[in-house]
Structures are given as structure tokens and as C-alpha cells.
């Protein structure tokens, strides 16, 4: 009893790695997101939380200092829809890991993290470039299984996971993935699947007993559906034409569902019901190419168009470069091409940081820089939505990651002696 | 754009009356096809279809200019990709060519003067590696018509046999400062086929587009692709490809030599025209330039042993992702390089992806450049070099933002053999020019204005006159 007790400590210890440290980042202008920005600001941090940010912070003779004077300070970067650690290489397939079998193309009890790689080559870039936190997402299928954030630090499975689950993850734009021939009745699947889920809380003991009507999915995928029925986890629905996203606010409505859409190709058509009925959506800024007839009016300004009308929006990849993955480092520059297509600044910040924390319930702990948050902090040599703009530092939990990823190692022994 | 685009449509009616009376010799002089240089002209007229000549140009170009009027861009800073940044800078463009640049150019009286404060000025950017138009938006099967994935090798296919000039991601790519394009055909075979060389230009046809006298490219394909895709009838294998390429070339070789000969004699019947080695003559003949999708160091190192024992040149090798790791061999050979700026890890040959590629292919005196292969990247290739400048700095190499402007303009010209046309701001050189709302390496830069042969074919503050394919219309919305 006592060994296995010291086990569950040590476990716990593990769980959250903390760096007994001190470390006072001044002279930036830090951008807490949770509030204006501050000029010549300091944040504290110990033992790998957030203790204090302001104009005005005692900073403790024995910390140490990191000048940021010229520099900015943000909240480490949230990327909300990404495959890091599920897939290392696309057309490896032994290294593929997002998508369940399912029954019959339902797979609400995948848990993709219980699969995750955290020795992912991939996690290394990705927290250079500022991003320190991604939410993983199951592919394929009508409900693709779970979500989940996870941290981009070096450690045990154990370690990187966030939070599990943050979200269950769904499709209405795809009657073939579905299994079904036509959107309506992928909608209509959907719709028996939820009531089937209710009937289920109803009747446990009966279906237990084998003594309920067939029900369209066995209990381990109706259990994890429990939660997004009763509006307990966020539902993320992939919709881009503008009916398929009043479809799914119609589905939300009807079952109470806590929505969130993503694609959203065509939302700002519907950016009025969005806002209403208090829909967040997950969306880029960087394409507006009519490439299926599902998205014939997608285009560059949805993002700014959504906020106008008052929806909270997240900002994701949304061109062909890889950005739920190898390239899920280039979500700044998704926010950048939105402030240039009309978005506030702030807003664009905001959607890659506390927005997505909020949605999946992460922002006590991320998103923001406030004293009693974890220390996910980066500091930036100038406009982090620049190309010209590098992450100096990166901290997650408060300890500052330098690993060279192993680009850097490819780049080291290669570029030219003089560079050297 | 509107009114544009009715111009474009009689020039077209017009050409297309024209050309049919004109004997081919005339057409291909007409259309600016490239002079042959190996091959003697047969001293009577060939019969439509009889021959297989070097040269022979048989869908032309019928591309003419849009209207224009003489431009004066001032107090801008324009990157020329042909020497220092010129501070409050001055173009002049005048009958489609760039007709002066400098610090002190005065307004013609004619002219339309546009005040460049605060702007930047470019050549317009040239990608040498698109599907647009083969790869069409909606992406349909009906219009995905960028592979012919029945043989390893067909070199007898021609990319612009499959361009539907109506894609909306065309107007989008200019809309980006593209002026200039190739149109590839995909990379599932060894050899996938002919590309072609347009200009992002509103057109019924793909003759319409058509760059008149750019060069044939010949698409080739290394590595993952060709041996996925033919994996039950082979190649199965990179040596499987190899063998695949060799044995193509030995055809092509004896192809030539037959007709070379007879072209030189005209005695008995000609031989049997080939579309597939008529094109691999020609490409060993030196009249139309290889683009090898490549991606990995050691197999760019076995194609250029293969053009050597066969006797061709490749002019660039694309895709590729290990091109620093052989550098100085590209260099060696005066092979292109057009990469990308950050792609990677989507399949094994893409793994060792690194952000300063194109920095230090470039450092060790290879000729570096972007490449798009995506209707998305194609409108951002400006920022795409500035992701890979600034990693190139990162690593430690100063990559001026004057180097940085050729990979996006003067060295993809040199790609399509059309550096002597456009890919700089020079006086002489055709009037492709960018107007950037700021500097072209900002995430927050647009396109402003855009001029193909000084006519300006792009005006973001004009939405009347915006380039509208007819599949947008009634689809997609006015105001996207």
C-alpha cells in the first residue's frame, strides 16, 4: 500500500512539472490579452506560475531578469484545431494516429491523446515559434471522438496533457464521411444519434440488460456523449456553407448543445445568428478561394466580419501548408493576415490566446497574463505577427525551453562555414 | 475589370479568324515562338499534322495586350531585383515596357502619375510551379484535370489541354502580384507532360494567356509520387523510377535521331510522329526546359547524371526540400532551385524540411526561388519569402531584402528562359509591375495595384472593375 501510494505522489509530481524559479521578464510592453496593454511592463514568475504583472511589481533580488526593453510579452500562442503528436508524418501511416475505425463512423469514445506522441519532432518547432499550448483533435468520420489541450513541453504523456477531454469533435459538411448520401440524412443521423443518446441516461439498466431497442452507437460512444447533451462539453461542428451552419444551430438549439463551429467557410453570412445565439467560431483568415461548392464565399475578412457582429471568433489554419501540424507555428501569421484583412489587432491576439482558452475551458490556467496563471509566457523582439518578429523566449510552466528542434540540427550542419 | 475582358474577347474572336489563314510558319513567327536553334526548317511547307518539327506551334498563343496608358509611379521604393533599393524611386511604363527608373523621372504629359509615398514597388512575381487551371476551384473530379495518372510516362500530354480558364483562382493569384505563371501537370509520372507559360490575364482560351514565345517546360517527377501511384504495375521503387526515366530517354534519343535526319534530307516518308518522344526530342534538342520535382539531395544528384549520359540540361528542380543539402551541385550544373518556404513533413521526402532552405541554397551560390504549387500560396508567395528571408537570417546568413525580391521574380524568370522579358525593374523589360501598400515582406502588405505589359489588370480600390470568372457569377458574392 505504501509503495503504491509513493507511486501516486511521484505520478502527481510528474503531472505537473513545476521549475522552482524566479524569473522577472521587464521593460516589455506585455499584452495580457485579459486586459490593455502595459508599457515598460513586468511579469513575474515563480515556480512556474505567474505572479505578478504590471507597471509596478516588486521584483525579488534573487529572481532572475530578463530584459525585454523593446520587446513584447504575450501569453504563449493556443492552436485550436492541430494533429501534433497524433501524426508525425502524413503519408506514414504508422505514424497516424487521429483517426478512429469507429462504429459505423461514429467514434465518441476516441480518445486520441491516449495515443499521443510526445516526442513529436514536431513539438520542438512549433514552441520556438511562440506556440506552447494546441488543442489535438481526432479526424474522420460524423463524431470524430475527443479533443483535448495539451502543452508543448519535453515530457511523459502524462505531462504534456492539459486538459482531456476539452471538446467533442463533429461534422455536418460531409454526408460521404458520415457514411450517409446526403446531408440530410447526416443531419438526421446525428439527430437520432443525440436522442439516442438521452433515451441511454434513461434507460442503463435496460440496455445493460439487453432489453432496449437498438440504439445507433454501443454504450462506450453514447457514455462521452452524456456531457455534450446536457450542453456539459463544448461540440465543435465542422460547417462551412452557410445552411449547414444553420443546421447546426438549429441541432444546438434542439438539444441544448454547447456549439462551436468550425471551417465556417461561409459564417459571416450568418454572423447575426452566430452572434445571438452565442456561437463561437473556429475560424482562418487566409483563404478565399471558392474550392468546394461548399465554400464558394469563403474569404479573407470573415474573421473581422464575425467579431463586428459580435462573435467570438478563434483563429485556425486554413490553407493547404500544413497548419494543423509541421506548420501549426504559422497561427500568428493567420492572425496577422486577419488584422490585414480588417480585424483589430487585439481581437487577433485575443483569438489565438485567451478566446480558444475560454472556449475549452483552459483560461484559469492559460490565454492570459494574469498573476496566479500558469507560466505559459513568450517574449518576442517585436510584433509577434510579423515575419521579421522572433520568440527569444519561450516559457511553459515557467521553464524556458532553448531545445534545438531538429530543423535546427539539419540547418546547423549544412549552412554555409561562414554562418557558423 | 469588366471592360477589360470584352476587349479580350474580340482580340480572341478576332485572332481566332486570322490564324486559320495563316500558313504555320507565319503562326509560330506571329505568336513569338521561340527561333529553333538545332534543327534546320524543312524547305517545303509541312502538311498539318505530317511532321514533327522542332518548334512547331500548334495551339499559339493569342494573347494581346489589354489597354493601357502611360504610368508614372513616384516617390515609391521599388525593389528592382536588379541592384540596390532606389529610395523615392520613379517606374514610367509606356507601351507595355518599363520605360525608365530612377530617382529622376519626369511625367510625360500623357501620363497617369501615381503617388507611391509610403509604397513599395516590385516586378510582378513569377511562379514557376502552379496547377491553376488543371487543378481547377470548385475541386470537382469533373475539372481535376492536372494528372493523367494512366502511364508513368506521358510526355505526350500538354498541360494547357487542360486549363479552364474560367478558375476563380486565378483572378486570386493576381490579385496576390502574380503575373506570370507555369501551369504544370502533376507529379504522379516520371514524366507527366508539357507545361505552359501564361500570364494571369482574363481570357475565354487558354491560348488567350498563353506567354507569347515563352519555352515549353517538360514536368518530371522524382521520388515518392510516381512509385505510390504505380505501385501494382511499377515502378515500384526509386530504382524502379530510374529505370523508368533511362528507358524513356533511349526512345527518345532514337526518336530524335530519325527525325533529325530526315528533316535534314527530306527523303522517303517521314517517320511516324510520336507526341510523347516528339516532346523528349525537343527537350534534347534544348528547346524545352526540364522542371524535375525532386525533393530529396541524393535523387536531384541521380537526375543530373541522368541528363548527362542522355544529354539534356535541367533547368530547375522543384519541390525541393533537401536543396540545401546539395547546393553547391545545383550550383555546379546551373540548376534552379524553387522551393518552398516552410512545407514539410507530409510525406518521408518532405521530412527534412528546414525554414532557411532557400537561404542557403542561395548563400552557396545555387539559384534559389519560390514556387507556389497552391492556389493559396500562390497569392502570398511575398510573404512565403519573407518567412524564408527571415529564417535565413535567424541561421545567421544576411539575406538582403535585394536578394530576397529574385527569388520571387528575376530568378523564376530565368527558370522559364524568360529573364530577358521580365523578372526585374529594368528599362526595356516588359511592364509587369507590383504596387505594394507597404513593404512586400510585411504580413500586413497587399497588393494594390498590379500591371501586366503596363496594363494595370489588378486595383484593389476598384470593385468595379474587378476580374470576375463566369463560374463567380451568380455564385459567388459581389462584395468577397
Same mark, same amino acid.
Given at each position: 500500500?505504501?509503495?503504491?501510494l ?10 505537473l ?40 511589481v ?22 485550436s ?30 480518445k486520441?491523446?491516449e ?34 489541450a495539451?502543452d ?22 460531409d ?24 433515451f ?46 444553420d ?10 448543445l ?10 459571416w ?5 452566430l ?17 468546394s ?38 497561427i ?14 487585439d481581437?487577433?491576439l ?21 498573476a ?11 510584433d ?8 527569444e ?23 554555409p562555414?561562414?554562418?557558423? | ?22 500558313p ?15 534543327? $534546320? ?6 502538311g498539318?499534322?505530317g ?13 494581346q ?52 509615398t509610403?509604397?513599395?514597388?516590385t ?14 476551384? $470548385? ?25 479552364w480558364p ?26 507527366g507532360?508539357?507545361?505552359?507559360v ?35 504495375r511499377?515502378p ?6 530510374v ?30 510522329r510520336?507526341?510523347?518522344?516528339e516532346?523528349?526530342a ?7 526546359l ?34 540545401y543539402k546539395?547546393?553547391?551541385l ?19 521526402e ?17 539559384r534559389?526561388m ?33 536578394q ?10 530565368w ?15 516588359n ?6 501598400s507597404?513593404? $512586400? ?6 497588393a ?31 462584395d468577397?
Amino acid at each position: 500500500m505504501r509503495r503504491l501510494l509513493l507511486a501516486t505522489v511521484v505520478l502527481a509530481a510528474a503531472s505537473l512539472p513545476v521549475w522552482s524559479q524566479t524569473i522577472a521578464i521587464t521593460g516589455g510592453k506585455v499584452y495580457p490579452v485579459s486586459g490593455p496593454p502595459i508599457t515598460n511592463g513586468t511579469v513575474l514568475i515563480r515556480d512556474g506560475v505567474i505572479v505578478a504583472v504590471g507597471a509596478n511589481v516588486n521584483i525579488p533580488a534573487s529572481a532572475q531578469r530578463i530584459d525585454a526593453t523593446g520587446k513584447i510579452v504575450t501569453p504563449g500562442l493556443i492552436n485550436s484545431i492541430t494533429t501534433i503528436g497524433l501524426v508525425e508524418i502524413g503519408q506514414v501511416r504508422d505514424t497516424n494516429d487521429a483517426a478512429a475505425k469507429g462504429n459505423n463512423n461514429i467514434a465518441a469514445a476516441f480518445k486520441p491523446w491516449e495515443g499521443l506522441n510526445p516526442a513529436s519532432q514536431i513539438f520542438a518547432p512549433t514552441r520556438a515559434e511562440g506556440v506552447t499550448t494546441v488543442i489535438i483533435t481526432p479526424r474522420g468520420g460524423l463524431v470524430s471522438g475527443q479533443a483535448a489541450a495539451i502543452d508543448l513541453l519535453n515530457g511523459q504523456r502524462s505531462e504534456v496533457i492539459r486538459r482531456s477531454p476539452v471538446a467533442m469533435i463533429a461534422q455536418i459538411d460531409d454526408a460521404q464521411s458520415a457514411g450517409t448520401n446526403s446531408r440530410g440524412e447526416l443531419i438526421a443521423k446525428l439527430r437520432t444519434l443525440f436522442d439516442d443518446v438521452k433515451f441511454y441516461v434513461g434507460h442503463r439498466l435496460d440496455y445493460d440488460r439487453a432489453a432496449t431497442r437498438t440504439l445507433s452507437a454501443p454504450a462506450a460512444d453514447l457514455e462521452p456523449l452524456i456531457e455534450v447533451v446536457y450542453g456539459r462539453m463544448p461540440i465543435v461542428i465542422d460547417a462551412d456553407r452557410v445552411d449547414e451552419i444553420d443546421a447546426a444551430l438549429a441541432l444546438a438549439r434542439e438539444y441544448k448543445l454547447k456549439l462551436i463551429i468550425s471551417g465556417g467557410a461561409e459564417s459571416w453570412l450568418a454572423a447575426d445568428r452566430l452572434a445571438a445565439a452565442h456561437v463561437p467560431v473556429l475560424t482562418g483568415a487566409m483563404n478565399n478561394i471558392p474550392d468546394s461548392f461548399a465554400r464558394l464565399n469563403q474569404r479573407q475578412e470573415t474573421a473581422a466580419m464575425l467579431r463586428r457582429a459580435g462573435v467570438q471568433v478563434v483563429l485556425v489554419g486554413n490553407t493547404d501548408g500544413d497548419e494543423n501540424r509541421f506548420n501549426a507555428r504559422n497561427i500568428k501569421y493567420e492572425a496577422g493576415n486577419a488584422v490585414a484583412y480588417g480585424m483589430n489587432y487585439d481581437d487577433a491576439l485575443r483569438a489565438i490566446t485567451l478566446t480558444p482558452a475560454e472556449l475549452f475551458g483552459l483560461s484559469d490556467r492559460v490565454g492570459s497574463l494574469q498573476a496566479g496563471r500558469d507560466a505559459n509566457v513568450v517574449v518576442w523582439s517585436g510584433d509577434p505577427f510579423e515575419f521579421s518578429t522572433r520568440a527569444e523566449h519561450v516559457f511553459i510552466h515557467g521553464r524556458e525551453f532553448k531545445e534545438p528542434s531538429r530543423q535546427d540540427l539539419l540547418i546547423e550542419r549544412y549552412k554555409p562555414k561562414a554562418s557558423r | 475589370m469588366r471592360s477589360l475582358y470584352r476587349i479580350s474577347l474580340v482580340a480572341c474572336l478576332v485572332l481566332a479568324f486570322s490564324i486559320q489563314q495563316m500558313p504555320l510558319a507565319q503562326q509560330s513567327k506571329d505568336s513569338g515562338q521561340a527561333k529553333p536553334e538545332a534543327s $534546320p526548317s524543312p524547305s517545303t511547307p509541312p502538311g498539318p499534322g505530317g511532321i514533327s518539327t522542332p518548334n512547331a506551334d500548334p495551339f499559339p498563343s493569342t494573347y494581346q495586350t489589354f489597354p493601357r496608358r502611360t504610368t508614372l509611379i513616384r516617390n515609391a521604393t521599388i525593389l528592382t531585383a536588379a541592384g540596390p533599393t532606389l529610395q523615392n524611386g520613379s517606374v514610367l511604363l509606356r507601351d507595355g515596357k518599363i520605360a525608365a527608373v530612377g530617382t529622376n523621372v519626369n511625367a510625360p504629359a500623357d501620363a497617369v502619375v501615381i503617388d507611391g509615398t509610403g509604397k513599395y514597388v516590385t516586378p510582378g512575381i513569377i511562379d514557376v510551379h502552379s496547377h491553376i487551371g488543371d487543378y481547377p476551384a $470548385p475541386g470537382v473530379d469533373a475539372n481535376s484535370d492536372g494528372n493523367e495518372a494512366t502511364n508513368p510516362v506521358t510526355a505526350n500530354v500538354w498541360a494547357e489541354h487542360s486549363v479552364w480558364p474560367q478558375d476563380p483562382q486565378f483572378p486570386r493569384a493576381l490579385a496576390g502580384g502574380v503575373t506570370t505563371m507555369q501551369i504544370l501537370p502533376g507529379s504522379a509520372n516520371l514524366i507527366g507532360g508539357r507545361s505552359v507559360v501564361v500570364k494571369v490575364v482574363p481570357a475565354r482560351t487558354v491560348q488567350g494567356m498563353k506567354f507569347p514565345g515563352a519555352k515549353y517546360g517538360l514536368k518530371m517527377a522524382c521520388g515518392e509520387n510516381p512509385k505510390r501511384v504505380y505501385q501494382q504495375r511499377g515502378p515500384s521503387t526509386r530504382m524502379g523510377n530510374v529505370a523508368g526515366y533511362r528507358a524513356a530517354w533511349i526512345q527518345a534519343e532514337a526518336y530524335r535521331r530519325r527525325w533529325d535526319t530526315w528533316n535534314a534530307t527530306h527523303k522517303g516518308d517521314p517517320p511516324t510522329r510520336d507526341l510523347g518522344l516528339e516532346t523528349l526530342a525537343e527537350v534534347l534538342r534544348g528547346n524545352i526546359l526540364v522542371h524535375n520535382h525532386c525533393y530529396r539531395a541524393d535523387e536531384m544528384a541521380q537526375m543530373i547524371d541522368i541528363a548527362k549520359e542522355f544529354g539534356y540540361k535541367i533547368r530547375a528542380f522543384h519541390h525541393t526540400v533537401e536543396g540545401y543539402k546539395v547546393a553547391e551541385l545545383l550550383k555546379a550544373n546551373n540548376i534552379g532551385a524553387a522551393e518552398w518556404a516552410d512545407w514539410g513533413g507530409f510525406k518521408m521526402e518532405a521530412n527534412d524540411s528546414v525554414k532557411a532552405n532557400l537561404a542557403i541554397t542561395d548563400a552557396m551560390g545555387a539559384r534559389a526561388m519560390i514556387h507556389s504549387d497552391s492556389a493559396l500560396g500562390a497569392q502570398r508567395l511575398n510573404q512565403e519569402v519573407a518567412k524564408a528571408m527571415y529564417a535565413g537570417r535567424a541561421a545567421g546568413i544576411n539575406v538582403t531584402e535585394d536578394q530576397a525580391i529574385k527569388w520571387l521574380t528575376i530568378n523564376p524568370a530565368w527558370a522559364l528562359g524568360l529573364d530577358d522579358k521580365i523578372g526585374s525593374i529594368e528599362v526595356g523589360k516588359n511592364a509587369d509591375v507590383v504596387l505594394w501598400s507597404g513593404n $512586400p515582406f510585411s504580413v500586413y502588405s497587399r497588393a494594390e495595384k498590379v500591371w501586366i505589359d503596363g496594363a494595370m489588370m489588378f486595383d484593389r480600390a476598384d470593385k468595379t472593375e474587378k476580374w470576375r470568372t463566369d463560374f463567380e457569377l451568380g455564385l459567388v458574392k459581389e462584395d468577397n
